[in-house]
């Protein structure tokens, strides 16, 4: 008594073939598709942008007139919050990566704050504009100024900053910190020592993945509040400022005002590429560089 | 420093000095203005106010003007406080309720005209009917009595009108509801926007678009959406930098736009009553680039010397 | 018989261990991992200027005995002791009592060659860094003095700079004994030092254990019952976490007392 | 032993009595050991801090905002009229354009994601999916606001040229291009939740005779659904966050409509324009950012932890 | 004496293969994993219903000849092969011969037990599904015989709808082969089908095979040496991926022809 007919089932394998082939390449359509849009988004912004980049738009003051414009002040801006967020985040960051890792007791206190990052991490990037807006701008009183920017951006990417740190601790083989714990190391002498240069590498490119974050973010500054026109460098983080994305931003809302403003913010965007895609391959080249020495 | 004694026998020559006058200043002046200008307030007034700060701090590098468009109502809001800004724009003249927040802060305000701007109604460039209107049918329009283009006129297309303006934080919306609405409600579809470029980009795509705003937005995109002529009762006008100005033909539409000064603060700071001062000098030279019509000189001339009795 | 009479059997008849310092005495040692006995009621001295080795099957506690005599059993967070090792008297499972201090005094030496991804130099120094001695010329000196005393001293000397990672597996675990040495500690523990090596550095290691054993005290863990007859004075048979049987090397090897002992070194189990 | 001697001979201190003596001054070191944790735990407590200052400022003033428009009126109004004489505080239109615009998002980044996965989990030679992944991680990368400048510059226009009744401003072009730019985190955790599964599962199934798209369909996917579904409403958490595309490209208006030819207003977008306008503190519209705010913060964290339940709820034992 | 010629003398001698068909042939096959040669020169015929066993110690390739018969192989990207092997006269390592085909008539069942993580009627119902059948009832009655087949349809067959992984680890080797018969194949593949086991499933599944060999032709690889005396007809023996014996199970175990043949079952090595 056969069940199979061996006829049929020859029958059908062509199809189920022809239909696996049809599909893979439909998945390999959809593959490519992100790309296609990214190639497409990345060569309109060239074509529209590009005349626009030369040596007075970089260094330039911002102006109301298109062909005077330049972007010194936003990249100012972006550098200065920089110079607030590294720090913040590092320290912030890395202490408590070291401490759910190292210190913490596995129990109920760690999970809890382990839950709680992972759900700051998903927290829309404009709430924390709000509240960075109400403790920072008002309740603090420092004003839309680089360090409540800064400060707030900080926030923002401690999450990103915390889990991958955490990550390339976990990643330092215990028999490194066991061999210097026999030596009659203490627990902070083999953290400063032993795992915390053996993390480094790991901690960098965490750290750059999510600066460039912080650099691209726009929606936060929106809600702090930063002048549509602001001509003056910033020299400090008490500073106003302005940032690239938000160069982008205005120039792109008021575009309907002056055509060239929309030439002037693809121009920006590469400028922004470019800075972000060399964070990104110095982060993939300390990542390569320095991975899996131990 | 310059200013106190030359102002009174000045007058007649004042409007080929002013220039130079601010020139001189700067070198002549031995106590240097440094520090930092904080405006905010009407985006209608935001492109001339962008474009003197500019002009200002290439002569004054050492202070820093920012410019921000929150709108005339929200920017009232942030002046009218404790560390409020320096200056707030304002497309209308200020309200009462607005005075009298002052004065509880123990305030001092002073109103400065800056320049005369036509309220511009605008439609899609294509849009060959509604080229002309009365007041009525502008109201009618934005009032709501009006559904399609054909009820305004039974020769136009019967397909829906789409209204189109500022929100509510903007001087121009309260000069539009107030002035030309007279206080009626508009029709409750209409899309409002906060950005005026949103608002032009908008109307620039929509055949059936109607909207208004400041004069300045139109001028500057002449190519993207067409001025629409207002009939006063005498023929209709169309807006433009002769016809907005004082006593001009399109004068049933036009208003005065102001920047108001916090008084105490000018008096405690060099800089914005320094900054208070170019304003007068020089807006009418900036004026018509931004597309306003300029007040006229004497106007001009009185309130510069009223300002530098604040010194 | 039970194993009690056995220890005390041969603490009895021993001659030589009388005039032999004894370094760690352990008293009734229990160790929990939570709820696993890990070690049960070991009794057990570990005598100055020997090699000691500890054998038995895999999972017998013979590691966890071993990090109980500096202590590294605590890395795991969930370990309960009770009973009494004194260390040169001193009692060394009271909390008051300085773990650091401990480990300064008692190097170890791990299965797998572990020494630190920094320079050969580095590694060599890092202990006597930690513990305040910053003098570049004594550090070199010490640096010299350990790795000859690791034996490893004229493979390296010409690469101090480079880092560990760049030698070979035995290589490495001459460094991390070599580390040991730097502090001069008075016990080497080594837990299964040469199971991750090629035979040709076993010897070699091996070699080296008999030279230090002039100087320090070593307690060492094997599988290999031919190395713990080769090297060890003194040799300690675990079982499911008890001492089974705890004598000389000769004595265990040639005649056990335990038929346990004589079934696990025949290779009946394990 | 030589070297022992070597030091003795030259009168020198045993090391153990260097380390003996530095350990006399060594107070600093006991001290930095107890210092350390409770500074660690001080910072580590920073991220505890954060939530708890996102959820009290968002509550205090919610809660100000509710004393002043009933909450029924907020969850059920559909109209959102906050600057007007007479305002009304309806969030259902921003709720409607913050879902319609996710669900445009997730129309393009769900399937394709999903596909994206299984060409690189189960089709992609190791080569291929070496050069593609990180290729898609950069699509990742890119600023919003620059996905924004291209829906407003690009997309919408393009849109238009095909359907000319699309507004200006529209929540379909943001919706889709939100939905590229959500791709490779769908592609990605799908990814990993489907290479996951066991390859002894893929052999039992292929050695039955099935093609590589049955192998995918009836037995990885299924296997790896949890995974698939945490990206899944990962995604859609992401959507309702995202800011700038629907700003810039949506416009502000506060139709509560279906028709996703029209602009609509997400609540990040109301947030954007009501503190873009500088809500003055005090007014009903400035708390009503933080009602708003809440909403979406409340909609995330759910969200959030529905995938973090799913993934590991739903894990299949294998 | 050297291996072809035993294998061309076990050819000439044994004579009940004179009416046994052959379902396999290989003729010098060879396979490299990039640059390891893991198969070479590989000559084996593999007779209808008949259960051959393949041991050898581990790494010789048994594993990699069994998957090359039905190409199984080829999922590790850089195989390469030469050679031929017919299967019932058709040559499948050709790229034009369809997989999916040659794997519909030829079951496999693994090492460790694979079931999907489905209902144990969906694990079974899987394969002729996948061919194409719908149809409820048909369904229903494959999946009883195979379970029947598989001798586990009565300890499951109140429990269709639970997920398979509930299973003890033998029942659910018996699903997987239960799995394979619901194709109804001609030739079953098996890679220590046991070793995952314990004895008692073992046994059970050892009992199953000699069933199963009534209706399918077998090939089992084993580790255990016991297991392919029990249950094979024909045992080949393998070596660093070569064929060093092939021959009726009781000649290789009573009387092998190559001492690499005879040590390795006397356990001398492996
Ligand atoms: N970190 C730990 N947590 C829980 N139990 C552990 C831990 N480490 C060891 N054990 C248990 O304690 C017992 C003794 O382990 P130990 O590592 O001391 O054995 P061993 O004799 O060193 O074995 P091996 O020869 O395999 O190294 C074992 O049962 C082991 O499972
Ligand atoms: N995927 C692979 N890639 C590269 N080499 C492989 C791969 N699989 C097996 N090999 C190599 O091929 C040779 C034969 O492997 P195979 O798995 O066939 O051995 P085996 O006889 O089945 O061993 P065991 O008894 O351990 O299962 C071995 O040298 C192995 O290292
Ligand atoms: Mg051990
Ligand atoms: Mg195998
Ligand atoms: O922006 P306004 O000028 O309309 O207030």
Sequence with gaps: MKYVDTNQIQKNMNSRLIKNNILKFIFFLATIFGLIVLAVLIIRVIMQGANWINMDFLTNKLSTSPDRAGIMGAILGTFWLMLVVIPVTLILGVGTAIYLELYAKKGRFQGFVQTNIANLAGVPSIVYGILGMTIFVRALNFGNVVLAGGLTMSLLVLPIIIVASQESIRAVPQHLSEASYGMGATKWQTVKNIILPAALPGILTGSILSLSRAIGETAPLVVIGIPALLIPFPGGIMDKFTVLPMQIYYWTIDSSLVEEYANLAAATIIILLVLLFLLNATAIFIRNKFQKRF | ?311 | MSEEEATSEVAATTKQNVHKKIVYDTKDLNLWYGDTHALKDINLSIYEKEVTAIIGPSGCGKSTYLKTLNRMVELVPSVKTSGVITYKDKSILDKSFKVEDLRTKVGMVFQKPNPFPKSIYENIAYGPKIHGIRNKKILDEIVEKSLRGASIWEEVKDRLKENAYGLSGGQQQRICIARCLAIEPDVILMDEPTSALDPKSTLRVEELIQELKKDYSIVIVTHNMQQAARISDRTAFFLNGEVVEYDETDKIFTNPSDNRTEDYISGRFG | MALDNKIDNQDKPSIQDMIAKKKNGKNLTSITEKVIPVLLFLIAAVSIFTTIGIVYTLLIETIEFFKRVPVMDFFTGTALKPLSQNPEFGVLPLINGTIISSIIAMLVAGPIGIMTAVFLSEYASERVRRTLKPMLEILAGIPTIVYGFFAFTFVTPLIREVFPSVEATNILSPGLVMGVMIIPMIASLSEDAMTSVPNAMREGALALGATKLEVTFRVVIPAALSGIIASFVLGISRAIGETMIVTIASGSSKNFTFDITQSMQTMTAYIVEVSGGEAPAGSTIYYSLYAVAMTLFVFTLLMNLLARYVSRKFREEY
Excluded at chain 2, 27 to 42: L, T
Excluded at chain 2, 48 to 66: F, H, I, Q
Excluded at chain 2, 162 to 179: A, C, L, R
């Design chain 2, 1 to 311: 420093a310059c200013g106190s004694d030359s102002e009174g026998d000045n007058k007649d020559n004042n409007e080929e000095e002013s220039s130079e006058n601010t020139g001189s200043e700067g070198d002549s002046d031995s106590e240097k203005v440094e520090g930092s200008v904080v405006i905010d307030g009407s985006g209608t007034v935001f492109p001339l106010m962008a474009k003197l700060a500019e002009e200002y701090m290439g002569e004054k590098p050492d202070v820093s003007v920012e410019v921000s468009r929150a709108g005339t109502s929200a920017g009232f809001e942030k002046f009218l406080a404790e560390d409020g800004t320096d200056f707030n724009d304002a497309s209308r003249v200020i309200k009462d309720e607005e005075k009298a927040k002052a004065e509880e802060l123990g305030m001092e305000i002073k109103e400065l005209k800056v320049a005369l701007d036509g309220l511009t109604i605008v439609t899609h460039p294509d849009n060959d009917w509604a080229t002309e209107l009365t007041e009525d049918q502008v109201k009618g329009i934005f009032l709501g009595e009006y559904t399609n283009w054909s009820d305004v006129n039974p020769e136009w297309p019967e397909e829906k009108i789409q209204t189109y303006g500022p929100n509510e934080n903007h001087g121009t919306y309260e000069f539009f509801y107030e002035n030309i609405l007279e206080e009626q409600d508009l029709v409750s579809d209409i899309n409002l926007q906060q950005d005026y470029s949103t608002l032009v980009t908008l109307v620039a795509e929509d055949k059936n678009a109607i909207g208004f705003f400041g004069f300045g937005y139109y001028d500057n995109n002449k190519d993207k959406v067409q001025a629409v002529g207002i009939d006063f009762g005498d023929g209709a006008v169309e807006p433009s930098l002769d016809t907005i100005a004082e006593d001009g033909d399109y004068a049933g539409y036009t208003r005065p736009v102001f920047t108001y000064l916090n008084v105490d603060n000018a008096k405690e700071k060099p800089q914005v009553l320094d900054y208070a001062l170019y304003i007068m000098n020089n807006v009418n030279e900036f004026a018509g680039e931004t597309g306003f019509a300029p007040i006229p000189e004497e106007e001009a001339k009185t309130l510069v010397s009223e300002l530098e009795a604040l010194k």
